[in-house]
């Protein structure tokens, strides 16, 4: 394994160096309040629930092995606390999709906002991200989680199987499964039927 | 569907991915080459693929983010004990000379202070530790920040008695 410079933080945490832990909330605190946007839709409630992985990290770092990446350990805590808060059911299912635009056209992913977007632009962008959250909110958890996973964070399926407790061809399917929801769901946005 | 067509199903997304190698790849992409249905499948994942990297990212955290947070670590995690209560605990503390030790014990133990404070008081008394190699020889620096403080008590604050 490449060396860590996270894993060194945190063993330096371990053996008591504060200013090492907050380097590790300042570089990943954010990022995790993202991840665990994935999860619930209210910023406030995200940012509690960003908040309390890193406590528990805290609280738990005797528990840390160098033997894994730090990532696969925050995520792994990161994803256990968010199942673990849709599961008390606070957080259902939106209703059906709203197919295509206002106006009826279909979406081009391309006219999605950048650094500079424009009003028009911006609502799009708030309505896809509306789409993608009531697709994610209707997967079962072990697909949404390794779907976010996978596709919003980026890690590779060897990471992602380490973070679920799983196996690499069980993290391909689940990805898979959902790929092929996400795919049905989102359609209307590519202005193409739903083939998968 | 056929089996071998459903088996390539559940390869789509792994071949997307870039997560298929050698064999397994060369057998999946030979599939694709005669079977119109399972292209029409992995172009729709590719176009889902798209459209979802162009989704914008969720929202950023209201300002004070970070301070929020280290006021919650403040309330809730517990305190570490500072390096003049663990010093002041340490069963080879006699090392230390009295004077020193008194002048630590009343600074460091029950003090609910800031470390900067405490560090600051004990700036104000360096001269009753006589011996920093005997501090710094106790097993109580635990920490870069401990390391920190044996070395430059003398030049924390500006006030010497």
């Given at each position: 394994m490449a060396p860590d410079p996270d894993a060194a933080l945190m063993l330096a945490f371990q053996g008591g160096d504060e200013a090492a832990f907050r380097a590790l909330f300042e570089k990943h605190g954010r990022a995790t309040m993202a991840f665990c946007q994935r999860f619930v839709k209210d910023p406030a409630r995200a940012e509690e629930l960003a908040q309390d992985v890193f406590l528990k990290l805290h609280q738990g770092a005797d528990r840390y092995r160098p033997s894994a990446r730090f990532t696969t350990f925050l995520y792994r805590i990161a994803t256990n606390h968010c199942l673990n808060e849709v599961r008390r059911g606070e957080y259902r299912a939106r209703p059906e999709l709203d197919p295509g635009s206002e106006d009826g056209a279909p979406l081009d992913p391309d006219a999605l906002p950048g650094p500079a977007a424009t009003p028009e632009e911006e609502a799009r962008g708030n309505a896809l991200s509306r789409d993608v959250d009531a697709m994610l909110a209707r997967l079962p958890e072990g697909q949404r989680a390794a779907f976010v996973l996978a596709r919003f964070e980026g890690l590779p399926y060897e990471e992602i199987a380490l973070v679920l407790g799983t196996t690499v061809p069980s993290v391909k399917s689940l990805v898979h499964r959902a790929t092929v929801t996400a795919a049905r769901a989102l359609a209307h946005w590519s202005g193409k039927g739903a083939d998968a | 569907m056929s089996r071998a067509d459903r088996h390539v199903s559940e390869e789509l997304t792994a071949l997307l991915d870039g997560v298929l190698e050698g064999d397994a790849r060369t057998a999946v992409e030979a599939h694709l080459a005669g079977c119109a249905p399972c292209r029409a499948e992995r172009d729709a994942l590719a176009r889902a693929l798209a459209v979802l990297a162009a989704a914008p990212p969720p929202p950023p955290p209201a300002a004070g983010f970070e301070q929020r947070f280290y006021a919650r670590l403040a309330r809730e995690a517990p305190r570490r004990a500072s390096f003049l209560e663990r010093l002041a605990a340490h069963p080879l503390r006699w090392l230390v000379p009295a004077t020193g030790l008194a002048a630590a014990l009343a600074l460091?133990?029950?003090?609910?202070?800031t470390g900067e404070q405490a560090d600051l008081e004990v700036a104000r008394h360096l001269?009753?530790?006589?011996?920093y190699v005997e501090v710094a020889s106790l097993?109580?620096?635990?920490s870069a920040e401990d390391v920190d403080v044996v070395a430059h008590l003398d030049e924390l604050g500006g006030a010497r008695p």
């Open positions: - | 460091g133990i029950g003090a609910r202070r001269d009753l530790l006589e011996s097993d109580v620096v635990e």
